[in-house]
């Protein structure tokens, strides 16, 4: 499918067009900058069920496959998709040398949203990639990202198998400033939660019945031991949120947004082919 930059879609920055994941938007977008009204999240999530069914279909597809982090994006990312597909929503957790409060935090979202969870323990997997790349002394960014990317190996290989689209959990928080795996998490072939800020997944979570537990979790994407999404980022999602809704900022935070952005614009890009 052809569309507009991602970005573009999402915050208006200038920027070329290329073909990425959908994500809800064209007439029935909501306008992000002038805020949410009261009780906005009920309708919000019928909206987004809705259009999930209709990304499905139109794909000629039967279902969909999320990965499941035990973080509030891919809660809320499952429990969307469950409503839109009961029965045809699988859940993937996949743990890689990960904290076991992931597993946990995974577990309770699966049973209070009724998510039909397969759990796939990619240590050894990773392990054995790791050593025939002879990579034991890469970066642990590298190597963190190979782990992400070995996740969204298995998600399209359930997808093929089933019939089915692998839906994204990356907010526009993280998407604006690229804070996600190029070829790993960024993978997939719809974004339902593209449209809404940090704060707002954490509001369509509590509508959904996501977990308090899970909704107010430090995010982190487990990439190794203690690494954290604002420690990496070096702002907060308070102030990337902000920034993104339109109100004011310290200048330093806005400058760190954009000088993310603007790194990570290949990104959001289809790769480059010549003009001649």
């Given amino acids: 499918m052809r569309l507009e930059s991602l970005l573009d879609l999402l915050s208006g920055c200038p920027g070329a067009g ?8 064209g007439k029935e977008a909501m306008v992000m ?13 019928e909206r987004l069920v809705e259009w999930i069914r209709e990304q499905v279909a139109r794909a000629g597809a039967a279902g969909t496959v999320v990965a499941s982090s035990g973080g509030v994006d891919s809660a809320v990312t499952a429990g969307l998709c469950q409503r839109a597909f009961p029965g045809a929503a699988l859940a993937l957790f996949l743990p890689c ?10 577990r309770i979202v699966a049973e209070a949203l009724g998510l039909e969870q397969k759990t796939i323990v990619l240590d050894g997997a990773y392990d054995a990639l790791v050593s025939a790349l002879g990579a034991s002394a890469w970066s642990r960014l590298a190597l963190g990202n190979l782990k992400v990317r070995l996740r969204t190996i298995v998600a399209y290989a359930h997808a093929n198998q089933m019939n089915r689209l692998v839906v994204g959990t990356s907010n526009r928080s993280e998407i604006t400033v690229g804070y996600f795996t190029k070829y790993g998490d960024g993978a997939c072939d719809i974004a339902p939660l593209g449209r809404l800020v940090k704060r707002e997944v954490r509001e369509l979570a509590r509508e959904l019945g996501v977990p308090e537990r899970v909704v107010e979790r430090v995010p982190s994407a487990g990439l190794w031991p203690g690494q954290t999404d604002e420690g990496e980022l070096g702002l907060t999602y ?11 900022v310290r200048p330093e935070v806005a400058a760190r947004i ?5 790194a990570s614009e290949h990104k959001r890009r289809p790769p480059a082919v010549p003009d001649f």
């Fill in 18 to 25: 290329g073909a990425q994941p959908a994500a809800p938007g």
């Fill in 33 to 45: 900058e002038a805020g949410r009204t009261p009780g906005w999240a009920a309708g919000y999530a």
């Fill in 97 to 106: 040398h990960s904290d076991p409060q992931d597993g946990e935090c995974a």
């Fill in 238 to 248: 308070a102030e990337l949120d902000a920034y993104l809704r339109g109100e004011v």
């Fill in 258 to 262: 954009e000088s993310l952005r603007r």
